[in-house]
């Protein structure tokens, strides 16, 4: 998927197993830049050996953006099943999330929703929420929700921008940090994304 805007081009591309390197690094840039955005830290993940990332690539679609031969933002997306948990991204535990196939939720999650600060307001996100969400209809899945928390007001009004809507359901980014908290959006995903 190709998109571009008047100032920046960039190019949405599925990571692929030989990828890990520059995923790693991306996933902790976005966790560097926005710490408060995350259920998982930097510090949590800095340590994560080679596997790790392998394993986060064959688990779940990770898309990037690349602006020429830089990455300049990331996405990734799976498959909610019933009574599994809010938080399938990799909290710094090692666990990866869940695998794919929407079964009978029909949702899929978007994480890791991270653009470059430099890249932002040129489309990228909007090219990423695509591209998950894209997956996300190829696997059957009828919506996309995400979870963002309460200070990420720019995060906030895109996902409104693009058709998200609240659940009203909040909970707490981390569960050691009780002032910090996030709130479920949902999108219909027989809405045109791209």
Same mark, same amino acid.
């Given at each position: 998927m190709a998109a571009g805007g008047a100032e920046v081009r960039y190019e949405i591309r599925r990571a692929g197993p030989d990828d890990w390197? $520059?995923?790693r690094r991306v996933r902790l840039a #976005?966790?560097?830049e926005a710490p408060y955005a995350f259920g998982?830290?930097?510090a949590g993940e800095t340590s994560m050996p080679e596997q790790h990332w392998r394993d986060r690539i064959?688990?779940?679609p990770q898309f990037m953006a690349w602006s020429g031969d830089e990455p300049a933002g990331l996405a990734a997306g799976? #498959?909610?099943h019933p009574g599994g948990s809010a938080h399938s &991204?990799? &909290?710094g535990d090692g666990s990866i999330g869940t695998e794919l196939g929407a079964g009978a939720s029909g949702s899929w999650h978007l994480v890791s929703m991270w653009v470059r600060p430099q890249a932002r307001g040129n489309g990228i996100a909007d090219g990423l929420v695509a591209a998950v969400g894209a997956c996300a209809r190829d696997d059957g899945a009828s919506r996309l929700t995400l979870w963002v928390t309460d200070v990420n007001g720019r995060a906030l009004a895109f996902y409104h921008r693009m058709g998200f809507r609240s659940t009203?359901? !909040?909970q707490? $980014? !981390?569960p050691d940090e009780a002032d910090h908290w996030e709130e479920e959006q949902v999108l219909d995903l027989s809405q045109n994304l791209s």
């Open positions: 390197a $520059v995923l #976005a966790l560097a998982s830290t930097l064959a688990a779940w799976f #498959a909610e &991204d990799s &909290d009203g359901r !909040r707490l $980014v !981390r």
